[in-house]
């Protein structure tokens, strides 16, 4: 169903629109792909500028295109500080915004991302209710499996199937948040209400090129996309714990987890073998006995 361009944008950050208003029909920031009544999005990568494609853009029939500059086209134009930016937001609301209609749980980290979204995908459906998981092994919900593309795909795909997930009674969507996108900014126009950080450890440098960047990446998790009112956990034994937790909006609720420092969640006890791990846990709820014959050693 066609949506006004002036809706589309309307409360985008710094969006100016230049030339007629026209009905959309979607939004693309591949070039290759635009049908009539699209909008193509201009998204400067790496190392090609979707602004170099503008006008393949506009000769396929695009009704608008989203640029950092005007461009010297016969075109609607909206004017943006960050195609980037702008991408995420413009297909969340183009396919409906369907991640608002589930609770979006996003887990940051160097290492364990993957365990934690398959033990809180586990917790939830003991608990009634029907989660759904995007991270590096596979996506899953609804009972089907199918192998991930990306950790964290980009917007098009990801709304896509958010979208999927939504129409199939996914209640939960536990989901890999990869510094690189973030730093892409491939999560614009989701509103997580959980953010949860396990650690940080030396990795990814050929994209963030130092330490300091690849924590600032890791940190808009908490910073840019955690509701006001939602939860930021953090591992408060990596150092990174509690930078993660400052940048949660004032708002929100904090979760401190750790082995050894009094924290909200904090292990009390613990036991290791090849029978798994048992511990018992203290929580702002009290103490939880837990046990897994699948995990074992001190990270678990």
Same mark, same amino acid.
Do not use: C, W
């Given at each position: ?8 944008? *309307?409360?985008?950050?710094? @969006?100016?629109? !230049? ?12 070039? *290759?792909?635009?049908?009539? +009544? ?16 503008? *006008?393949?853009?506009?000769? *396929? ?17 909206? #004017? ?15 396919? +409906? &915004? ?6 979006? #749980? ?11 979204? $398959? ?7 003991? @608990? ?13 919900? +609804? ?97 990174? +714990? ?18 050894? !420092?009094?924290? &909200? #969640? ?20 009290? &103490? ?7 995990? $074992?050693? &001190? $990270?678990?």
């Amino acid at each position: 169903m066609a949506v006004l361009l002036s809706e589309l944008i *309307r409360d985008l950050d710094g @969006a100016t629109l !230049r030339g007629p208003d026209v009905p959309v029909r979607g939004v693309t920031d591949d070039s *290759r792909g635009v049908g009539a +009544g699209d909008v193509f999005v201009a998204v400067r990568g790496l190392t090609v500028d979707g602004h170099a494609f503008a *006008r393949a853009a506009v000769e *396929r029939g695009a009704a608008a295109i989203v640029v950092e500059a005007e461009q010297p086209l016969d075109a609607t134009q909206v #004017i943006v500080p960050s195609g980037a930016r702008a991408l995420g937001p413009l297909v969340a609301r183009a396919a +409906g &915004e369907p991640a608002a209609r589930m609770r979006m #749980i996003g887990v940051t980290g160097t290492n364990g991302k993957t365990t934690t979204t $398959y033990v809180v995908e586990s917790i939830l459906a003991a @608990a009634g209710r029907s989660p759904g998981v995007i991270g590096t092994v596979s996506f899953r919900f +609804g009972g089907a499996t199918a192998p991930s593309t990306f950790t964290t795909p980009a917007p098009r795909e990801l709304h896509a199937l958010f979208s999927d997930m939504a129409a199939a009674g996914t209640t939960e969507v536990v989901m890999e948040t990869s510094s690189a996108a973030l730093e892409m900014e491939r999560l614009g126009g989701v509103s997580f209400r959980v953010a949860a950080f396990s650690n940080l450890t030396q990795d990814h440098l050929e994209v963030h090129g130092t330490m300091e960047r690849y924590l600032e990446a890791k940190a808009r998790l908490f910073g840019d996309l955690l509701a006001g009112d939602g939860v930021a956990v953090a591992n408060i034994d990596d150092p990174a +714990g509690e930078t993660m937790l400052a940048r949660a909006p004032a708002g929100a609720r904090r979760l401190r987890v750790s082995l050894h !420092r009094d924290a &909200e #969640i904090r292990v009390v006890r613990a036991d290791s073998s090849v029978r798994g791990v048992r511990a018992t846990i203290a929580t702002p709820r009290g &103490e939880l006995e837990v046990a897994s014959a699948a995990l $074992y050693g &001190e $990270y678990n």
